[in-house]
Every structure is written in structure tokens, then in C-alpha cells.
T-cell receptor
Framework: AQKVTQAQTEISVVEKEDVTLDCVYE???????LFWYKQPPSGELVFLIR??????QNEISGRYSWNFQKSTSSFNFTITASQVVDSAVYFC???????????FGTGTRLQVFP | GAVVSQHPSWVICKSGTSVKIECRSL??????MFWYRQFPKQSLMLMAT?????????EQGVEKDKFLINHASLTLSTLTVTSAHPEDSSFYIC?????????????FGPGTRLTVL
């Protein structure tokens, strides 16, 4: 069965701190996709990244970076030099090949204080 | 590109009434649309998957007679909450898959907040 675990319910940091959001997933498939979404207070989901199971290269996009480790079934997300605008709920999600269904983790609420 | 809209953005209704929520893909054809439900401070839970021109597939535990889904065209899906009750109050989010792109490429609408009094 598929499952996504985001153990951190809430994280608070001060601006300019680096912060890492953890995501651990479970799947029996060898082909799958992992996602991160941001949900600001407005509620609209913002797509951040998609990674397929065959691509373990880490990715960096500006202040965001992702660390995909198949050996530990983790897909962690790091924000460098956090800003107040980064305050939101962040969801990690999993989708197995052959299905469009997204299984979301419970989310991590990030608060960045000035 | 790849914009999904929802209407209304919020709605308040009396218990026992029905509410219709629209989900539209504005600049692409959505062969598949998804409806999610999110309670306060909780995750998104998939309610159903709808393919254009066919019946929706509901997730376990979701009452199909209560949450009517229609996907009559490649750009529009509707979710009707029938005989709404306070426990149906939630944030409803739709997403759409672009039929011209590979699967797993879902685009989310801004959500509809339903409050049932």
C-alpha cells in the first residue's frame, strides 16, 4: 500500500535560517512519482517539484533543494535562507505509475518569523 | 498555461440544500479530473476521479449519492453536494490532468470553501 509520512507537524524558524522538511514514503512499485506542493493561507496548492523514481539526482531551484534517497525512501525538501513568504503548509505526495492518484502526506506547517 | 478555476470560491448554505461546485480547465483539455476534500489543518483526501463522458470512480467511504460528480466536457467537471449537512463543511479542491501531457501532471484549482449552517 502507498503511504506518505511527514513526521513534522509544525516547524518555526526565524528568517534567514535554513529549514528541512522531511518526507518518507512507502510503495511496492518500482516506478513512481514524488511531489512537493506548497499551500499558502489562501488555500491554493502550488506545485513545486515532481521527481520520478529513476531519477535520484538532487535538484536545486533557487533557495529550494530536494534530496531524494531511494535507500531510505525519503524525499526531503530544504529551504535555504528562509523568508516570511515561505510560511505555508507543505505537502509531500506520491503517485504510482499507471495511476493518476496522488497520495498526500499530512503536511508540515512552516512558520517563518521576521 | 495550465490554469484550473473553481466556482464559487466560497459558499454558505443551509442544512438540507444542495450545492454545486464547478471546476474548469481554462487553457487545456482535461481528460481526467479529481476532487479532493480537505478538513481544517488536515491533508487532502481524494474523493473521486472523473473521466470525461464516463461515471466517476469514488474512493472507499465516499458516498456517491451524496457527492454527485459530472464530467460532461473536456473542460468542465461539477461536484454537487446533495442535502448538505454541517459535517460536509470543508475545503473542496479539484485538479485536472492535461490529456496532452504525460500522466501525473495534475493542475489544481484554487479550492471552494463550503460552510453548511
Amino acid at each position: 500500500a502507498q503511504k506518505v509520512t511527514q513526521a513534522q507537524t509544525e516547524i518555526s524558524v526565524v528568517e534567514k535560517e535554513d529549514v528541512t522538511l522531511d518526507c518518507v514514503y512507502e510503495t511496492r512499485d518500482t516506478t513512481y512519482y514524488l511531489f512537493w506542493y506548497k499551500q499558502p493561507p489562501s488555500g491554493e496548492l502550488v506545485f513545486l517539484i515532481r521527481r520520478n523514481s529513476f531519477d535520484e539526482q538532487n535538484e536545486i531551484s533557487g533557495r529550494y533543494s530536494w534530496n531524494f534517497q531511494k535507500s531510505t525512501s525519503s524525499f526531503n525538501f530544504t529551504i535555504t535562507a528562509s523568508q516570511v513568504v515561505d510560511s505555508a503548509v507543505y505537502f509531500c505526495a506520491l503517485s504510482e505509475a499507471g495511476t493518476d492518484k496522488l497520495i498526500f502526506g499530512t503536511g508540515t506547517r512552516l512558520q517563518v518569523f521576521p | 498555461g495550465a490554469v484550473v478555476s473553481q466556482h464559487p470560491s466560497w459558499v454558505i448554505c443551509k442544512s438540507g440544500t444542495s450545492v454545486k461546485i464547478e471546476c474548469r480547465s481554462l487553457d487545456f483539455q482535461a481528460t481526467t479530473m479529481f476532487w479532493y476534500r480537505q478538513f481544517p489543518k488536515q491533508s487532502l483526501m481524494l474523493m473521486a476521479t472523473s473521466n470525461e463522458g464516463s461515471k466517476a470512480t469514488y474512493e472507499q467511504g465516499v458516498e456517491k449519492d451524496k457527492f454527485l460528480i459530472n464530467h460532461a466536457s473536456l473542460t468542465l467537471s461539477t461536484l454537487t453536494v446533495t442535502s448538505a449537512h454541517p459535517e460536509d463543511s470543508s475545503f473542496y479542491i479539484c485538479s485536472a490532468r492535461d490529456g496532452d501531457k504525460g500522466y501525473n501532471e495534475q493542475f489544481f484549482g484554487p479550492g471552494t470553501r463550503l460552510t453548511v449552517l
